[in-house]
């Protein structure tokens, strides 16, 4: 899981602002997917990508935006939609098949001024 | 889609004794069920996890058991040590095309006291 990088560790972001989390992995993985996490609860699945240039919309994606233009990226875009966006997000991914495990990067906790 | 509860919430045993997290499943197409541990401030890393052509699996001190029948599957540890202490979640998954669509459980914070 040493291979997928999340930017920056902590983002705070001011009313009406939109702010980008970055993901990359080096792990030549095809599938790649976003995570919420708020406190006490699991993780909740806010997009997914299985190719380039092609995404799907998990449980919780209103508010948010994501982009695929290369196998090794997967930024997410919070929008000033998102009302409560205070929380730790993780990026996963992993190969596609029955079976195969999700990595984690290390998480971004955005954070409301 | 599919709902995962997870059961107790928090969980304190002694050091050597076992811990036992269930969880619950709704959608019977799952086939797929890890479980992840995650230390304060870590990502989640995955410990261990079970097909549903299988019943039980084993590595070392943790085991996962699966009951098809009833839609539930536990994590057991045995002879528990203090590095053990980590919130625990289990996780369904339902294939949907090819990327695999995890649904956790709400956590299970396991401390172990020395």
């Known amino acids: 899981d040493g291979g997928i990088t999340q930017s920056p560790k902590y983002l705070f972001r001011k009313e009406g602002q939109n702010v980008t989390l970055s993901c990359e992995q080096n792990?030549?993985?095809?599938?790649m997917y976003w995570y919420r996490q708020d406190p006490g609860q699991g993780l909740r699945l806010i997009y997914y990508?299985?190719?380039?240039?092609?995404?799907q919309k998990g449980d919780i994606a209103e508010g948010y935006s994501v982009s695929r233009e290369k196998k090794e990226s997967f930024p997410l875009t919070v929008t000033s939609a998102q009302k409560n966006p205070t929380a730790f997000y993780l990026c996963?991914?992993?190969?596609?098949?029955?079976?195969?495990?999700?990595?984690f990067g290390p998480g971004t906790r955005l954070l409301v001024l | 889609g599919e709902n995962v509860e997870q059961h107790p919430s928090t969980l304190s045993v002694q050091e050597g004794d076992s811990a036992v997290i269930k969880c619950t499943y709704s959608?019977?197409?799952?086939?797929?069920f890890p479980w992840y541990k995650q230390e304060l401030g870590k990502r989640p890393q995955l410990i261990i996890d079970?097909?549903?052509?299988?019943g039980e699996k084993k590595d070392q001190r943790i085991a996962v058991t699966l009951n098809k029948t009833a839609k539930h599957f536990s994590l057991h540890i045995t002879e528990t040590q203090p590095e053990d202490s980590a919130v625990y979640f289990c996780?369904?998954?339902?294939?949907?095309?090819?990327?695999?669509?995890?649904?956790f459980g709400s956590g299970t914070q396991l401390t172990v006291l020395p």
């Open positions: 792990l030549n993985h095809d599938a």
């Open positions: 990508s299985q190719i380039v240039n092609d995404f």
């Open positions: 959608d019977s197409a799952s086939n797929y």
């Open positions: 996963a991914s992993s190969k596609i098949g029955l079976g195969e495990t999700q990595y």
């Open positions: 996780a369904a998954s339902s294939s949907s095309g090819s990327a695999r669509q995890l649904t």
């Open positions: 079970i097909r549903s052509n299988v």
